[in-house]
């Protein structure tokens, strides 16, 4: 026979660390004496953890927001490959309602973490972006796959190295992602070709553009197509991150400073 707390025995052995994610301090209070290391994943250290992971934006998405703080901390050393470690969080709210047991390794690593912290692009347009093109990805454009190009942050540079294919349908409007009516033009316009450029506060600066940023030294890998490389390109010649939904394999990709940080099947999500 075995009982719910048996579970959580199973669930809770051998942990390297806990995460504990947006705790209050009475919260926090009670893993002082913990055994374990405790990381505090937050918008705000506001609980003066010593071991804390900031988080940019909330994620819905428990499974973002669980990758991201392990990311976070693979990042500053604080777990390594192999290590099991147990995430303390509220799935349908702020109250704690879940403990999810997992092993760092290669699956968890996806680069959301370098994604959303090493760009220059607020993180809250990133993630507008990333929202937009995962869910071309999961539906399409009216059901057939499509490709998109979205290039985001350090607006006037991209622009510099880049020309227009035809007239640019958000010239002299000032319509920012994020916006529902404007995901919904973004996904539109998904049919025309070249890239999107977004400002680093997430205007939409234009459509239609063709990146001329030259490919010498980017290095990303064989089997991607132009749009690809061009997708690269724009991110070593200036400081913009780049969002790219493949038509052909219907993977999403992230490319920054000439390469790819992310790659992502948006039927997982
Ligand atoms: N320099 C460029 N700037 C902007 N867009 C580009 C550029 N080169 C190609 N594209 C876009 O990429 C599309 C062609 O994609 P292609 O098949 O060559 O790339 P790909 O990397 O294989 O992408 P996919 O995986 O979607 O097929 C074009 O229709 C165009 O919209
Ligand atoms: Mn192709």
Excluded: W
Excluded at 9 to 34: I, K, M, N, Q
Excluded at 257 to 262: A, K, N, Q
């Amino acid at each position: 026979m075995s009982t719910p707390a048996d579970l959580l025995d199973d669930l809770t052995a051998d942990l390297d660390a806990l995460f504990v994610f947006s705790p209050s301090s009475g919260f926090y209070e009670r893993f002082e004496e913990s055994e374990e290391e405790v990381v505090v994943v937050a918008p705000e250290n506001s609980v003066d953890a010593e071991t804390f992971v900031e988080l940019p934006l909330e994620f819905d998405n428990v499974r973002d927001r669980i990758r991201f703080g392990i990311e976070g901390a693979i990042d500053r050393g604080i777990v390594d490959d192999g290590d099991d470690v147990a995430c303390v969080v509220g799935v349908f709210g702020d109250d704690y309602d879940s403990l999810v047991r997992v092993r760092v390794d290669e699956s968890i690593h996806t680069g959301i973490y370098d994604l959303f912290v090493n760009s220059r692009a607020d993180p809250g347009v990133i993630r507008d972006v990333f929202e937009v093109v995962m869910e071309l990805g999961k539906k399409g454009q009216k059901g057939k796959p499509v490709g998109a190009l979205f290039v985001i942050g350090d607006a006037g540079k991209v622009m510099n190295k880049s020309r227009p294919l035809s007239y640019n349908p958000f010239e002299k409007s000032h319509v920012h992602v994020g916006d529902p009516i404007v995901n919904v033009m973004l996904k539109e316009f998904s049919r025309l070709d070249g890239a999107f450029v977004i400002s680093d506060s997430g205007k939409i600066v234009s459509a239609y553009r063709y990146l001329e940023a030259g490919a010498e030294g980017v290095d990303i890998p064989k089997g991607l197509g132009t749009r690809h490389m061009a997708g690269a390109a724009i991110t070593r010649a200036t400081n913009a991150t780049s969002i790219v939904l493949s038509e052909s394999d219907g993977l999403v990709r992230a490319f920054k400073g000439g390469e790819l940080i992310l790659e992502l099947d948006p039927e997982d999500y």
